[in-house]
């Protein structure tokens, strides 16, 4: 019988994400038989944040579950809390091995009623489906005033 050794080194979850507020997200999970969970505060900028979460130091591992959704303090404490929604808040999660991209496992917006998973692993772009990171604000003009506003450039 040949044996076979598994890799050697560090396996990590990168969590990348784009928002238009700072927003704490709920990433969270199971490897092997091993639950892990970790807060990811977002820029508010519209810019891109990277964090990167060990799995292990010293195997490869995938994990089994995992996901990312907005954390609420509480779920008595609706006041104050911003809604998240569609077109405001991206993410991308990437399992990486020995520091280098394994691949991308989920990418998607990020909701109030809809995070990301894996498995199955949903990948979205930033241009599919309604929503896009940027918000048009429109001043109120005085009755008879004309209305004029530009588009952002992506």
């Known amino acids: 019988m040949t044996q076979v050794e598994a890799p050697k ?4 979850l990168r969590l990348e994400t784009w928002s238009d507020t700072i927003r704490v997200l709920l990433f969270s999970g199971l490897s092997g038989d091993t639950p892990f969970s970790f807060d990811h505060v977002t820029k508010g900028d519209r810019s891109l944040k990277v964090e ?4 292990s130091e010293y ?19 609706f006041n104050g809390v911003i809604p998240v929604r569609r077109g405001q808040c991206y993410a991308r999660v990437t399992l990486l091995f020995r520091d280098k991209q394994i691949g991308i496992l989920s990418s998607a917006y990020v909701t109030d ?17 309604p929503g896009y990171l940027y918000r048009i604000e429109v001043p109120s003009p005085e009755a008879g005033a004309a209305i004029d506003y530009a588009v952002p450039d992506n």
Request: glycine share 12%.
């Open 9 to 12: 080194g560090k396996t990590s």
């Open 113 to 129: 009623s809809k995070g990301i998973t894996y498995p199955p692993g949903v990948h979205e772009g930033f241009t599919e489906g």
């Open 59 to 77: 195997n490869l591992e995938i994990p089994d579950i995992l996901s990312v959704q907005p954390k609420m303090p509480s779920i008595f404490a």
């Open 52 to 55: 990167d979460f060990t799995l």
